[in-house]
């Protein structure tokens, strides 16, 4: 189910086109990210599946080349989320809305 909706959202990507970039994953529990290539599919699974609670992803993929660009600092991944100056695709428009009442 959630590579259908990556799929819907990225399309087709089997064939590594996107591969320079990363989908972004981080939780909220440990506040750690993980990078990983679009094409392999069954890393972002299995990870999401051995804890699906409380995971986001950014919706933009992220350029670890321009990241790793703008620092000369060993860049500890977990700790980066990527930012619009990083993001290489946008795939869609989206809103997020966050309500206090839970609906």
């Given at each position: 189910?959630?590579?259908?909706?990556?799929?819907?959202?990225?399309?087709?990507v089997?064939?590594?086109e996107?591969?320079s970039n990363?989908?972004?994953?981080?939780?909220?529990?440990?506040?750690?990210?993980?990078w990983?290539?679009?094409s392999?599919?069954?890393?972002?699974?299995?990870?999401?599946?051995?804890?699906?609670?409380?995971?986001?992803?950014?919706?933009?993929?992220?350029?670890?080349?321009?990241?790793?660009?703008?620092?000369?600092?060993?860049?500890?991944?977990?700790?980066?989320?990527?930012?619009?100056?990083?993001?290489?695709?946008?795939?869609?428009?989206?809103?997020?809305?966050?309500?206090?009442?839970?609906?």
């Open positions: 189910m959630i590579l259908d909706f990556f799929h819907t959202l990225y399309g087709d089997a064939d590594g996107l591969d990363r989908l972004v994953i981080w939780r909220k529990g440990n506040k750690k990210s993980e990983h290539r679009l392999n599919e069954e890393q972002i699974t299995t990870s999401i599946d051995k804890d699906p609670n409380d995971v986001y992803f950014g919706v933009c993929l992220q350029s670890p080349t321009l990241i790793q660009a703008r620092t000369t600092k060993t860049i500890e991944w977990q700790r980066v989320r990527g930012t619009a100056d990083t993001a290489t695709l946008i795939p869609a428009f989206w809103m997020d809305i966050d309500t206090s009442c839970g609906v």
